[in-house]
Every structure is written in C-alpha cells, then in structure tokens.
C-alpha cells in the first residue's frame, strides 16, 4: 500500500514536472509569436533587404511593410516599416532582385472605412426592427399566448349592490358547477355573457366571483391586450387562449371587450382587428357546453359592438350592471369598511353618507373610504370622524381646497 501510495506520488510529481516545462516552452513561443515586431525606417529596411537578410515581407501601400526576418539583430523576426507613400515599384524592384517573396494588402480606405460603419449601422438597426417584430409577434405573455389561468378567490360575499346583476350570474355558476343537470333536460347553457355599465361598477370583481364561486380557473385578458398590428398575430393569441381553456375549463374574461368586438369595417385601411374579431366568433363557435368554459366580456360601450357577437349562441346572455341606488351605496360603504377594517367614529353615519353620494359607483365609494382614512391619518387620528369623511368627499367633489 506504501508502495503505490509512493509510486502515484512520483507520477503525479513528474506529471506535473512534464506540464510545466512543456507548458513554460509553449508560453515563450506564443510569447514570441504574439510580440509586437520591431519597427524599422525605410532605409535600414531596405539594407537589409539587399543584404538578404529579409525572408518575406507583406506590403499595404499608402501604410506599412511587415517583414519576417532570420537575422539575429531582428527581436522575434518580425519587423515594421512605416510605407506611406502610394507607390510600390521601387519596393518591388528590390524584392525581386532579392528574391523575396511580397504579399499585397488592399489598403483600408476612409470610404471602405464608411462602408463598414454604414454596414454596422444597417445590421444594427435591421437587428432592431427584428427585435421589436418578435417581440411584437409573441405579446406581452410570452409566445402567441395571453392570458394565465389562476384560482379566484373571490366569492359573491364580497360584492353589495347590483342583486339583479348577481342573481344572473350565480346561474352560470351553476351552470359550471353541474352542466350534465341541464344537458340531460336537453338545455344549452350560456356559452357567454357580456356585462354593460359605467366604469367602476365592480364588472371584473363580479366575473371573479363568478370563477371563486365555481372553484373553476380564471382566465383574464383585455380586448386591448389581444390585438395588434402585425398580420395574424390576434388570431394566435385568441386561438391559443381558447384552446388552453378547453382542456381544463373555467372562466374567460375578457375586458375592454369594445376594443376587440368593434363592429368590422371600421377601419379601412387596417384589417387585422377584424381577423382577430372573427377568430373569436369561430372560437366561440366551436367549443360545446361539455367543456365548461364560459366567456365572460365587460365593456362601457355595448352599441360599439358587432352585432354577430351579440346574437343567440355567443353572448346569450346580456347583463346590465348600472350604477348602485343609496340603499346599495350604504352596503358597498359597509363593505369596504369591514374589509379594510377602518375604524370609525360614532358619528360617522354610512346611511347619510351614502344619500349624499348619488351618482357615485362602487369604486368611487371606495376612494371616498380611503380619502376618508387617508385625512384621519393626516390629523393623526386613532379613528375616522365624521369632517374626516366630509372632507374627503368635498375633494372628491370639488377638487382639493386652495389657500
């Protein structure tokens, strides 16, 4: 054991004596070979050359003369001559009475010079436009596809007012929950439904509560997300949403819904967000109520739409989702209080606040909650008083008050 462990030793120790040395003599070679040549003037140049001392040499009218040279005055053999002038016969002449073997290089030009940068310039901005049509091509999401599914939790408890606009959409949750219940009794579920009304009237948190109540996937896009100016590139994106979502079902929302469903012909001279309109219809068209998937759109502006989206088979179903009444606005302010667990004052009265907020959506009140707390927070209050909600909505009303 000794004895190998000794032997392994020695080898390794030689090994490494070999590399070395071998190592060390390739170093100095490439030392040698690598090292600036040795700059010579023209006239000691051309003694050397009669005196055949030089091997070869490598002409570049107008700039230089690189020579390679066996003399021992010579550090590495290799030697420079600034040449600058445009004539090489001389130079030439010499060589061959010398019997020196000369090689030409084309000089480099200040034009060549130009045509390089004007090349770089070119590839470079080629490179660009490349660039941006890729990233154009494949869309925000990566690839052709938008939209990621994701698991709502949402629920109908945490939407006031609208009940009208709720008990509509608690039937579709049904409809994902248990679709064989009406497919047995011969009944086609809603294949979609386009909610319509004002900004700020919780149209998406009810398309989520929709999903968070069926425990089904969540598919969330922007009718402004889908399209775009290169040929094809909507229809990919709306191919692919569509069929990600028939292999494992749930909801589609899609917002904005005006931006994608205008009416067709709108735009003469650009077409593409027809293409992308017309995929939607054929997607729509093409899945059945076994999939469980239910196309949800939003819009403030439902007259904008293609008719051949609202007819019977796409949006079945037309739910309005207005501005909430005072009763309504009084749940909504409860709500977002309990939720954001702002304290209050005892004269804080929500039911006259609430009548005196007319006009005034779900996200309207819940700036007015926050305004609300952000003024206590100001005075440094430990509760919101009740000048604090009247200030809040003075500057929601009014503007924020001038000195």
């Given amino acids: 054991m000794k004895l190998n462990a000794r032997l392994t ?3 390794a120790v030689s ?3 070999i590399l070395a040395v071998t190592g060390s003599w390739f170093w100095r070679r490439h030392r040698a070979a690598t090292a600036p040549p040795v700059t010579l ?8 050359l009669d005196a055949g001392q030089v091997d070869s040499i490598a002409l570049t009218p107008g700039k230089e003369i690189l020579g390679w040279s066996s003399a021992s005055r010579i550090p590495g053999g290799r030697f420079r ?13 010499r060589a061959e009475r010398a019997h020196v073997p000369m090689t030409f290089s084309a000089p480099v030009t200040p034009g060549m010079t130009m045509d390089y940068i004007n090349l ?3 590839l470079a901005v080629l490179g660009g436009l490349v660039f941006f049509v890729v990233r154009q091509a494949r869309g925000p999401s990566g690839g052709a596809e938008v939209g990621n599914a994701e698991r709502s939790g949402n629920t109908f408890a945490q939407v006031a007012g609208n009940e009208g606009a709720v008990s509509e959409l608690k039937e579709i949750v049904e409809f994902l929950r248990a679709p064989t219940k009406f497919a047995r009794l011969g009944a086609r579920t809603p294949k979609g439904v386009l909610m319509f009304g004002p900004p700020g009237t919780g149209k998406t948190l009810m398309a989520r509560s ?3 109540e069926a425990g089904v996937p969540f598919w969330s896009i922007s009718g402004s997300e889908v399209t775009g100016f290169l040929i094809g590139t909507g229809v990919a994106r709306i ?3 569509f069929r990600k979502a028939r292999k494992r079902g749930g909801v589609i929302f899609i917002d904005e819904i005006d931006a994608l469903g205008g009416r067709r012909g709108r735009n003469q001279s650009h077409n593409e967000d027809d293409r992308t309109l017309n995929q939607l219809l ?3 068209d093409g899945f059945a109520p076994s999939d469980g998937v239910v196309v949800i759109g939003a819009t403030n502006r439902p007259d904008d739409l293609d008719p051949a989206l609202l007819r019977a088979g796409r949006f079945d179903r037309m739910v309005s989702v207005g501005l909430p009444t005072a009763r309504e606005r009084e749940a909504i302010l409860r709500l977002h209080v309990t939720d954001r667990r702002v304290p209050m004052e005892a004269d804080v009265d929500l039911h006259r606040l609430a009548r005196l907020m007319p006009q005034s959506s779900g996200a309207d009140l819940a700036r007015l909650i926050n305004e609300s707390a952000i003024a206590a927070g100001r005075r440094e209050a430990a509760r919101v008083a009740w000048k604090d909600v009247e200030m809040a909505r003075d500057r929601l009303l009014l503007g924020k008050e001038r000195s």
């Fill in 15 to 17: 090994l490494s004596i």
């Fill in 81 to 93: 001559v600034v040449y600058s002038a445009p004539d090489v016969q001389s130079v030439l002449t």
């Fill in 41 to 48: 003037t023209y006239s000691t140049f051309t003694t050397a």
């Fill in 120 to 122: 770089a310039i070119s």
């Fill in 239 to 241: 191919r692919a949403l």
């Fill in 282 to 284: 054929v997607e729509m």
């Fill in 9 to 11: 030793i020695a080898i």
């Fill in 210 to 212: 929709v999903a968070g």
